[in-house]
C-alpha cells in the first residue's frame, strides 16, 4: 500500500514539476485566456453567488476545520502528520506564485460576488499558480475517499453515491475558480496535481 502511494505521489509530484515548467514559460497562455472567455460567456451571472460560496469554502481556514472533523470521525488518521503535509503544500504553493512569473486573469474577468473574504485569500505573492483552492479540495477530497473506503459502515451503494458526490465537488470547485476570474486554468491543473500529491502522502502512516 504504502509503496503504491509514493510510487503515485512521485508520478504526481514529477508531473507538477513538468507542468510548473511550461507554465513559467507561458506555454498555456492563449488555452488559458480562451477557456476563461468561452466559460464566462456559456455561464449565466447566475453562478456568482453559488461559486462564490464555493470560493468561501475552499479557503485555507474552512478546510483546516474540516480536515479536524474528519480526524474525530476516523481518529486512526495521523493528525499531525496530515497537518504537516497541508502545512508544505501551503509552503509549496507560495513558494510557486513567488518565484514563478504567471500573473492572474485581469480584473475584468473577476466575478467574486461577496464584498468580503477570509484572511488567507489576502495573501498574493503576485503569481496565480497554482490554485490554493482546487489543491486544498483535492488533498481533502483524497481523505475524504479513503475515510469513506474504509467505512464498515456504509454498503457499497452508499459509497459509490459519496464517491460521485466528491467529484462533482471537485470538478465544480475547479469550474469556479476559472468562472470567477480568479485563476487560469493552468493554475487549476497545476494546484490539483500538488493538493493531490500532498493528500496521498498524507496517508502513508495508515
Not at 68 to 84: D, E, G, H
Not at 168 to 175: G, P, T, W
Request: aromatic share 16%; net charge positive; no cysteine.
Amino acid at each position: 500500500m504504502n509503496k503504491k502511494i509514493l510510487k503515485t505521489t512521485g508520478v504526481l509530484f514529477l508531473v507538477f514539476i513538468i507542468f510548473t515548467a511550461f507554465v513559467g514559460l507561458n506555454f498555456f497562455s492563449r488555452v488559458d485566456l480562451l477557456t476563461t472567455i468561452i466559460m464566462q460567456g456559456i455561464l449565466p451571472r447566475v453562478f456568482d453567488i453559488p461559486f462564490s460560496l464555493l470560493s468561501l469554502v475552499g479557503s485555507a481556514e474552512i478546510v483546516s476545520i474540516f480536515i479536524l472533523i474528519l480526524w474525530f470521525i476516523y481518529r486512526k488518521l495521523n493528525i499531525i502528520f496530515v497537518l504537516i503535509n497541508f502545512a508544505m503544500f501551503h509552503v509549496i504553493e507560495l513558494f510557486s506564485k513567488s518565484f514563478i512569473t504567471h500573473l492572474g486573469p485581469p480584473h475584468q474577468f473577476l466575478r467574486y460576488y461577496f464584498p468580503f473574504n477570509f484572511p488567507s485569500s489576502s495573501v498574493k505573492p503576485g503569481s496565480s499558480f497554482p490554485s490554493g483552492h482546487v489543491g486544498r479540495t483535492m488533498f481533502v477530497s483524497i481523505l475524504l475517499i479513503f475515510i469513506v473506503s474504509k467505512s464498515s459502515k456504509l454498503t457499497k451503494k452508499q459509497k459509490q453515491l459519496i464517491f460521485a458526490l466528491i467529484i462533482i465537488f471537485d470538478i465544480l470547485m475547479a469550474l469556479s475558480r476559472v468562472y470567477l476570474g480568479e485563476h487560469w486554468l493552468s493554475d487549476v491543473i497545476g494546484g490539483g496535481f500538488l493538493g493531490s500529491a500532498f493528500g496521498l502522502v498524507s496517508l502513508l502512516t495508515l
